[in-house]
């Protein structure tokens, strides 16, 4: 976990605190200040004025790609205290392993409102539901996710629209956490297998095209599956599909 900002004080501050980055007030000040915190390369900064202009009071942002695993790895930057984002870690695991890859694709840009496990404890005026969107930087999925008052019901176009901006600005930051780390996973052999896989051939044809046995071919397909956290040939082609890599 490169960047995890666990700031148990502005956690037990009121919800009402205004954020030292400042208020901005309309979206083209919004993405004026983005650009100028994603020339610093302050990732936490533009997160807190995004988790702002939204009427959100914390932020989490994630690898989801990475969430099938139950470390905290998947954690780029956050101001949620260490202990919820733990907890958070296992729920999200969870989750993962229960979508498939079409559910995926159709849940980008699409504001999910989830509870937080029963056994975490929120400070006072904090909703106990939290907010999940989903998005794209090149080929690393993100989520953003965040907390909001009570009595605050967040519009889900104002959502959507703060998780393009989050896209935006993650694109620009200058932070190594967001960069993908599984663009160079795959083997040429890999990739190829994947490309043929992708075209409908089975194991047999690949084995016969690129001229080594059906056995070895069904190796690199597993190591393909095992490497994108898929579990079949179709969930394998969804994934290369949607980062681009057939």
């Known amino acids: ?83 919820v984002v733990k907890r958070l870690a296992k729920v999200m695991s969870g989750l993962h392993s229960k979508t498939n890859e079409l559910e995926k694709c159709l849940s980008v840009l699409q504001p999910c409102f989830m509870s937080l496990p029963d056994d975490v404890d929120i400070s006072r005026g904090i909703s106990r539901e939290y907010c999940s969107i989903t998005f794209n930087v090149g080929r690393v999925r993100l989520s953003l996710m965040l907390l909001f008052p009570q009595d605050v019901i967040l519009s889900q176009e104002s959502v959507r629209d703060v998780g393009i901006l989050t896209g935006y600005f993650a694109s620009f930051a200058n932070d190594r956490s967001v960069r993908s780390d599984r663009d160079f996973e795959l083997t040429e052999r890999e990739l190829e297998c994947l490309f043929w896989i992708a075209e409908g051939k089975t194991s047999d044809e690949i084995a016969m ?38």
């Open 1 to 83: 976990m490169d960047v995890l900002q666990a700031e148990s004080a502005t956690w037990a501050g009121s919800t009402a605190t205004v954020r030292a980055v400042g208020r901005v007030s309309t979206r083209e000040q919004l993405i004026r200040r983005l650009g100028e915190f994603a020339e610093r390369g302050n990732l936490g900064k533009g997160l807190a004025a995004l988790t702002e202009y939204v009427g959100a009071t914390h932020y989490l942002l994630a690898r989801y790609d990475l969430s099938q695993d139950e470390g905290l790895d998947f954690v780029i930057c956050s101001d949620w205290p260490f202990d």
């Open 209 to 246: 095209i690129l001229g080594i046995s059906r056995n070895t071919i069904n190796n690199y397909i597993t190591s393909v599956m095992r490497k994108t956290a898929t579990k079949t040939r179709s969930e394998a082609i969804a994934y290369a599909v949607r980062n681009n890599l057939v």
